[in-house]
Protein backbone atom coordinates (compact mmCIF):
# COMPACT_ATOMS: atom_id res chain seq x y z
CA UNK A 1 0.00 0.00 0.00
CA UNK A 2 1.22 3.31 -1.02
CA UNK A 3 1.70 6.08 1.83
CA UNK A 4 -0.11 9.55 1.22
CA UNK A 5 2.37 11.84 0.32
CA UNK A 6 5.48 9.58 -0.10
CA UNK A 7 7.39 10.40 -3.58
CA UNK A 8 7.88 7.26 -5.62
CA UNK A 9 11.46 7.74 -7.96
CA UNK A 10 11.11 4.37 -10.46
CA UNK A 11 8.59 1.79 -11.42
CA UNK A 12 9.53 -1.24 -13.16
CA UNK A 13 7.17 -2.34 -16.16
CA UNK A 14 7.23 -6.10 -17.46
CA UNK A 15 5.65 -8.11 -19.82
CA UNK A 16 4.78 -4.66 -21.60
CA UNK A 17 2.99 -5.65 -24.91
CA UNK A 18 4.96 -4.85 -27.98
CA UNK A 19 2.16 -2.68 -29.46
CA UNK A 20 2.20 -0.71 -26.59
CA UNK A 21 6.01 -0.65 -26.38
CA UNK A 22 5.69 0.88 -29.99
CA UNK A 23 3.15 3.14 -29.55
CA UNK A 24 5.24 4.97 -26.31
CA UNK A 25 8.05 5.11 -28.59
CA UNK A 26 6.00 7.13 -31.28
CA UNK A 27 4.28 9.43 -28.42
CA UNK A 28 8.14 10.34 -27.39
CA UNK A 29 9.08 10.75 -31.33
CA UNK A 30 6.06 12.94 -31.70
CA UNK A 31 6.67 14.73 -28.57
CA UNK A 32 10.62 15.15 -28.95
CA UNK A 33 10.84 13.90 -25.26
CA UNK A 34 12.23 11.12 -23.86
CA UNK A 35 10.33 7.82 -23.74
CA UNK A 36 10.40 8.46 -19.24
CA UNK A 37 8.54 11.47 -20.06
CA UNK A 38 6.02 10.18 -22.38
CA UNK A 39 5.27 6.88 -20.60
CA UNK A 40 4.73 9.95 -17.50
CA UNK A 41 2.27 12.13 -19.64
CA UNK A 42 0.76 8.93 -21.21
CA UNK A 43 -0.15 8.16 -17.15
CA UNK A 44 -1.17 11.38 -16.06
CA UNK A 45 -3.50 11.97 -19.19
CA UNK A 46 -5.19 8.62 -18.70
CA UNK A 47 -5.66 8.86 -14.70
CA UNK A 48 -6.76 12.70 -15.02
CA UNK A 49 -3.83 13.71 -12.54
CA UNK A 50 -3.53 17.53 -12.90
CA UNK A 51 -0.36 19.03 -14.48
CA UNK A 52 1.07 20.82 -11.45
CA UNK A 53 3.27 23.56 -13.88
CA UNK A 54 -0.15 24.20 -15.66
CA UNK A 55 -2.27 24.03 -12.56
CA UNK A 56 -5.33 22.03 -14.58
CA UNK A 57 -6.58 19.26 -15.49
CA UNK A 58 -7.47 17.58 -19.45
CA UNK A 59 -11.04 17.08 -18.80
CA UNK A 60 -11.26 15.03 -22.44
CA UNK A 61 -8.86 13.88 -24.43
CA UNK A 62 -10.55 11.55 -26.34
CA UNK A 63 -10.50 13.12 -29.69
CA UNK A 64 -6.94 13.96 -30.03
CA UNK A 65 -6.03 11.60 -31.99
CA UNK A 66 -8.87 12.99 -34.99
CA UNK A 67 -7.19 16.86 -34.67
CA UNK A 68 -5.39 17.30 -38.31
CA UNK A 69 -6.13 13.70 -39.46
CA UNK A 70 -8.66 14.96 -41.98
CA UNK A 71 -7.18 15.53 -45.87
CA UNK A 72 -8.47 18.83 -47.41
CA UNK A 73 -10.77 16.88 -49.37
CA UNK A 74 -12.51 15.04 -46.26
CA UNK A 75 -12.67 18.46 -44.68
CA UNK A 76 -14.48 20.19 -47.89
CA UNK A 77 -16.96 17.01 -47.64
CA UNK A 78 -17.38 17.85 -43.95
CA UNK A 79 -18.24 21.41 -44.47
CA UNK A 80 -20.67 20.36 -47.68
CA UNK A 81 -22.39 17.98 -45.74
CA UNK A 82 -22.59 21.01 -42.71
CA UNK A 83 -23.95 23.78 -44.79
CA UNK A 84 -27.01 21.42 -45.92
CA UNK A 85 -27.83 20.21 -42.16
CA UNK A 86 -27.27 24.56 -41.43
CA UNK A 87 -30.10 25.32 -44.14
CA UNK A 88 -33.16 26.71 -42.48
CA UNK A 89 -36.98 25.54 -43.67
CA UNK A 90 -38.83 28.13 -43.78
CA UNK A 91 -41.74 26.11 -43.41
CA UNK A 92 -40.67 24.94 -40.30
CA UNK A 93 -40.83 28.35 -38.74
CA UNK A 94 -44.29 29.60 -39.69
Request: hydrophobic share 40%; glycine share 6%; no cysteine.
Amino acid sequence: MLQEGVDMKAITLRNLPPELARTIRQKAEEQGTSINKAVIKLLAEGTGVRDKKKGKKRLHNDLDALAGAWTKEEAVEFDKALAAQRTIDPDLWK
